[in-house]
């Protein structure tokens, strides 16, 4: 079975996130003073007393409300509360029980799921504050004093929790997944795609622009394999960055990224590729990860003969940088296509973590300055002694020479050119270190 799984839960603007921060030991959740800052569920590993587990922060649940943000944040919170073993209900000291704690925790004791009730912001452990005591009225048993903040409390709140998880040894070591990321600018479909993969209502779907702010964690298995898919935040011009909630959107979504492996880079069909589309690409093109170009909502797109080829050009033309990413053409709102997208994941990211031997590399840059000689300036030409693989993702090469400044551009790109169609690596950008004769080896 997976790792222990806590959700953080409670009404809006009672201090999770910072919880969840705390116990993440590093900022993953946007903390920001305003209610509803966090819409989706967020999940981090963590570990107390030799035990492993994941941990989720919700949106904060308003139970009665008539607001469509509101709403999905609510259903956001079933779920994460149906899936977990065990459940925080944050509360805070500054307000007392409101009625939304009361209807909250009847919620949770209507789940049957074991409940740890914390009272937050209690920033001075020496003082109880009376109205502590109020909490106990909620049904959920002793309260625990904590501070997010200053994380006062928080190993008796995990002490706690610990007594819920199954028998340490039941869990398995996490799964070696995909880790694939959905970027695009606002509004292109990333949330829909999420949740038409994930066969639920995954991350919350609006036809407002930023509904997602947070970077969202998918864990998926299907017949093609498993799948970690994160859902980030629309990356919006840097001019229209404005409030601080949207600057964290941003580092966020760069941050997802960074630890995927496979980005799957989406394109509104009825706008074609845009000058943030290419700023977007350029991210996961600079970060070296092997990427695909999805071409979303092309059952709006009227069609004729040729559409498809005639736009898959443009995309590639306007894409020039990345002309080794696939592009496929899908629908989120139809599933038309997904299927092939799960394909493509596990060949692009093979592809990227493709080995090739010294042996090999070398024969082909022997046939390839048979074909094309190296260039030569003022008498003196080129030499290239011999290639190496040094990583992968991307797959990284040396190739050491009697001269680095007789390497131009244009041969670099020559011989990327022929390891290509020698080799594969689609779907990849391909690193090459230039080395010349006396260059330390480190």
């Known amino acids: 079975m997976s790792k222990p799984l806590i959700a953080i839960v409670g009404r809006p603007n009672v201090g999770k996130s910072l919880l969840f921060n705390r116990l993440a030991g590093q900022r993953l959740s946007i903390v920001e003073d305003t209610p509803g800052v966090?819409?989706?569920r967020l999940y981090?590993?963590?570990?107390?007393?030799g035990r492993s587990f994941d941990i989720v922060d919700t949106g904060g649940i308003e139970p009665k409300t008539d607001d469509e943000i509101l709403l999905f944040m609510r259903e956001q919170a079933n779920i994460a509360i149906s899936s977990a073993d065990v459940i925080v209900l944050v509360t805070e000291i500054g307000t007392g029980v409101t009625a939304a704690d009361k209807d909250v925790a009847n919620m949770l004791l209507r789940s049957k799921k074991p409940v740890v009730l914390v009272v937050n912001k209690m920033?001075?452990?020496s003082r109880i504050d009376p109205q502590f005591y109020e909490f106990y009225s909620l049904g959920l048993g002793d309260p625990i004093a904590i501070s997010a903040a200053h994380g006062h409390g928080t190993g008796d709140m995990l002490d706690a929790c610990l007594q819920y998880f199954p028998p340490a040894?039941?869990?398995t070591a996490e799964d070696d997944r995909i880790k694939v990321a959905i970027i695009g600018k606002p509004n292109v479909g990333k949330s829909s795609l999420t949740n038409l993969i994930a066969g639920e209502?995954?991350?919350?779907v609006s036809d407002v622009a930023g509904t997602t702010r947070d970077a969202v964690d998918t864990q998926l298995e299907n017949e093609y394999g498993k799948y970690t898919f994160i859902d980030t935040a629309g990356l919006r011009r840097k001019s229209k960055v404005e409030d601080r909630v949207e600057k964290f959107s941003v580092l966020r979504a760069k941050l997802a990224i960074q630890r995927s492996d496979v980005c799957l880079i989406l394109i509104d069909a009825r706008e074609g590729v845009t000058e943030q589309d290419t700023k977007i690409a350029g991210l996961a093109h600079e970060e070296g990860k092997a990427s695909i170009v999805v071409v979303n909502k092309w059952d709006l797109v009227e069609k004729e003969t040729g559409t498809l080829e005639r736009m898959r050009k443009e995309v590639l033309r306007d894409l020039s940088f990345m002309s080794y990413?696939?592009?496929?053409?899908?629908?989120?709102?139809?599933?038309?296509r997904v299927g092939r997208l799960f394909e493509l994941i596990n060949f692009v990211n093979g592809q990227s973590a493709m080995r090739i031997t010294t042996g090999m590399l070398n024969d082909m840059l022997a046939d390839a300055q048979a074909r094309v000689q190296p260039p030569s300036d003022k008498g003196r030409r080129l030499k290239i002694y011999y290639m190496t693989q040094t990583g992968v993702r991307p797959p990284s090469f040396v190739l050491f020479c009697n001269s680095r400044e007789l390497f131009h551009f244009s041969y670099q790109r020559y011989l990327e050119n022929q390891l290509r169609a020698t080799f594969g690596l689609e779907g990849t950008p391909i690193r090459m270190v230039i080395r010349q004769k006396?260059?330390?080896e480190a």
């Not at 990413?325 to 038309?336: C, D, E, Y």
């Open 169 to 171: 040894g039941e869990e």
């Open 38 to 40: 966090t819409r989706d």
């Open 123 to 125: 920033d001075n452990p």
């Open 201 to 204: 209502q995954r991350v919350i």
């Open 325 to 336: 990413a696939p592009v496929i053409f899908i629908s989120a709102l139809t599933g038309q």
């Open 438 to 440: 006396g260059d330390s």
């Open 44 to 49: 981090a590993s963590a570990e107390w007393a």
